[in-house]
């Protein structure tokens, strides 16, 4: 979890979402070579579980600007201690945390509210032929999604199971 640190004066306040320097101090990999955005019209609207595989593995560093999601990551490393375990929580436009997410971990959401933004800095380029997934509600991982899925594209409907 990134949480911010605002320095506040009658302004509002001013704070880093990014720092290298304090990325690196914490071994995560700083380098950001692409940012995305999603706006999402509807509550209810599901993206995921996407994760990029051997030779383009990326790490991502997501906040919901807008709105709110509820994220999940799932840790998709065999020699982990977590492996197939997942973490969950609600990034916001008024919370302001991001969740960084490593290398070999699937990410998806669903959306809180209507009108919900995310914006998304990754480590590594878009490659099609890397891009890989898992369905939102694939008995291997049993992930809870705290409301009734309303909008999911194709894609991620026919995702084939992880096991």
């Given at each position: 979890?990134?949480?911010?640190?605002?320095?506040?004066?009658?302004?509002?306040?001013?704070?880093?979402?990014?720092?290298?320097r304090e990325?690196?101090?914490h071994g995560l990999n700083p380098s950001v070579v692409q940012c995305n955005v999603s706006w999402n019209a509807r509550v209810g609207?599901?993206?995921?579980?996407?994760?990029?595989?051997?030779?383009a593995t990326e790490a991502k560093l997501v906040r919901c600007v807008r709105?709110?999601?509820?994220?999940?990551?799932?840790?998709?490393?065999?020699?982990?201690?977590?492996?197939?375990?997942?973490?969950a929580v609600e990034?916001?436009?008024?919370?302001?945390?991001a969740v960084f997410i490593p290398q070999n971990f699937a990410h998806g959401f669903v959306t809180l509210t209507d009108d919900t933004e995310v914006e998304?800095?990754?480590?590594?380029?878009?490659?099609?032929?890397s891009a890989a997934g898992?369905?939102?509600?694939?008995?291997c991982f049993s992930l809870k999604w705290p409301r009734k899925i309303s909008v999911i594209s194709?894609?991620?409907?026919?995702?084939?199971?992880?096991?």
């Open positions: 979890m990134i949480d911010l640190e605002p320095h506040r004066d009658e302004r509002g306040f001013f704070a880093r979402t990014f720092c290298r990325f690196e101090k609207t599901l993206r995921g579980m996407h994760f990029q595989k051997s030779p709105g709110a999601i509820h994220d999940i990551i799932v840790d998709l490393r065999p020699d982990s201690a977590t492996y197939r375990s997942h973490f990034l916001n436009a008024d919370n302001r945390r998304y800095q990754m480590t590594e380029f878009y490659e099609p032929g898992f369905r939102y509600d694939d008995p194709k894609q991620d409907l026919s995702w084939p199971p992880f096991a």
